[in-house]
C-alpha cells in the first residue's frame, strides 16, 4: 500500500523559532497533499491544500504567512512553522493522494503526524 | 458544504457486546465516506470507505458500515467489541475528485473487560 511519512515525529522549540515539518509520499508520486491539524481531543481541520510547482490554498482564518507551504516535488511537501507560540502546539498531519481523474474517487494516505510543542 | 455529525463524543461498550458508532452526514452532492481509527499519539488508519458501490462496506478488524441515503447516515459497527478497539473513531465524508476530507468531531470509544 502507499506510504506517507511525516518528519519529524515530535518537535519541543522555543516560542519564537520556526520548525519545518516534512511530508513524503514513499511509493508514490502526489500532485496534491493536505495538511490538517489536530488540537488535544478535537478533529482534524484542514490548513491547507498543496499542489506541486503552485502555491498553497489556504483555509479561512489560517495564516498563509505563519504556515509556510512548499510543495516542490511530487513526493516531498513541508509545512514550516514561522515564530511559532504556544497556541501553535498541536499535532500536525498531511495526507497524499494518488490522482485518478476529476470524478474518480482518489484515496487519501496519511502520515503519521508530527507532534509539535512549543515552550 | 459537506459536514459530519457523529453523535456521542464518547461510547463505552463492555467487551464482547455489540459496538455502534453513529455518524449522519450532509454533501450536496453523492458523497464519498470514510471511518478511520487513531489511536493515542498516532496518524489515522483507514477502517473502511464508501465510494458509490455497495451499500454494505466491510473493513478491517471486523467492521462494517453501512451507507443508508434515505437516513444520510453511515454508522459504523462492530458485533463483538475487543479490548484492542478502545481508540478514537472519525467519520469522513469528501466529494469526488482530488478533494480534502471533512471530519466529524471523534467518537472516543471505551471497552470495558
Known amino acids: 500500500g502507499a506510504v506517507v511519512s511525516q518528519h519529524p515525529s515530535w518537535v519541543i522549540c522555543k516560542s519564537g523559532t520556526s520548525v519545518k515539518i516534512e511530508c513524503r509520499s514513499l511509493?508514490?508520486?502526489?500532485?496534491?497533499m493536505f495538511w490538517y491539524r489536530q488540537f488535544p481531543k478535537q478533529s482534524l481541520m484542514l490548513m491547507a491544500t498543496?499542489?506541486?510547482?503552485?502555491?498553497?490554498?489556504?483555509e479561512q482564518g489560517v495564516e498563509k504567512d505563519k504556515f509556510l507551504i512548499n510543495h516542490a516535488s511530487l513526493t516531498l511537501s513541508t509545512l514550516t512553522v514561522t515564530s511559532a507560540h504556544p497556541e501553535d502546539s498541536s499535532f500536525y498531519i498531511c495526507?497524499?493522494?494518488?490522482?485518478?481523474?476529476?470524478?474518480?474517487?482518489?484515496?487519501?494516505?496519511f502520515g503519521p503526524g508530527t507532534r509539535l510543542t512549543v515552550l | 458544504a459537506q459536514s459530519v455529525t457523529q453523535l456521542g463524543s464518547h461510547v463505552s461498550v463492555s467487551e464482547g457486546a455489540l459496538v455502534l458508532l453513529r455518524c449522519n452526514y450532509s454533501?450536496?452532492?453523492?458523497?464519498?465516506l470514510f471511518w478511520y481509527v487513531q489511536y493515542p499519539n498516532q496518524g489515522l488508519q483507514l477502517l473502511l470507505k464508501?465510494?458509490?458501490?455497495?451499500?454494505l462496506v466491510k473493513g478491517i478488524n471486523g467492521f462494517e458500515a453501512e451507507f443508508k441515503k434515505s437516513e444520510t447516515s453511515f454508522h459504523l459497527t462492530k458485533p463483538s467489541a475487543h479490548m484492542s478497539d478502545a481508540a478514537e473513531y472519525f467519520c469522513?465524508?469528501?466529494?469526488?475528485?482530488?478533494?480534502?476530507?471533512?471530519f466529524g468531531k471523534g467518537t472516543r470509544l471505551s471497552v470495558i473487560a
Open positions: 495526507s497524499a493522494t494518488i490522482p485518478t481523474g476529476q470524478g474518480i474517487y482518489n484515496e487519501q494516505f
Open positions: 511509493d508514490f508520486q502526489a500532485t496534491t
Open positions: 498543496s499542489n506541486e510547482g503552485s502555491k498553497a490554498t489556504y
Open positions: 454533501s450536496s452532492v453523492p458523497p464519498y
Open positions: 464508501y465510494t458509490s458501490a455497495a451499500t
Open positions: 469522513a465524508v469528501s466529494d469526488p475528485g482530488n478533494t480534502p476530507l471533512v
